[in-house]
């Protein structure tokens, strides 16, 4: 869903969003499956969920980010490349800092959203999602 959502994305906002499906299709699958190993049943599950997904995400965004966009893609992140560049490192590890760091606060933060919503949700609103079931404590 991520991956047709950046897709789409990237028709209506601008390709920046399109070029970085592969990010989103890798977070749902990494996701997906540590939900399907039980990784979400507990709060502080969530959250390893999180760093494992930005371990998983480590290389992905790095070359899109530097031979597609020179480094820069218009985020919030380009302010943290910045830095590093400024002070002499060069492009390559200036970005590859930048990304996980950047990325680990947002994937704990939303595996951790996610598991409230989805424990707040009724049994029986969830009762059709079996993959829940590897979830549920």
């Not at 530097?66 to 830095?83: E, H, N, Q, R």
């Not at 490192?89 to 680990?104: A, H, K, R, Y």
């Amino acid at each position: 869903m991520g991956l047709l959502t950046n897709l789409i994305r990237g028709l209506i906002q601008g390709l920046t969003a399109a070029f970085f499906a592969p990010v989103a299709l890798v977070t749902g699958v990494v996701a997906g499956l540590l939900a399907r190993v039980g990784f979400f049943r507990e709060v502080w599950q969530a959250a390893i969920s999180g760093v494992i997904v930005t371990i998983a995400l480590a290389l992905i965004p790095v070359p899109i980010r530097i031979y597609l966009f020179g480094g820069v893609t218009g985020s919030g992140a380009d302010f943290l490349t910045a830095y590093p560049l400024k002070l002499g490192q060069d492009l390559f590890p200036s970005v590859l800092i930048t990304v996980p760091g950047w990325n680990i606060a947002d994937q704990v933060l939303t595996c951790v959203l996610v598991w409230g919503i989805l424990r707040g949700l009724p049994g029986r609103a969830t009762s059709d999602w079996p993959f829940l079931a590897h979830s549920r404590a």
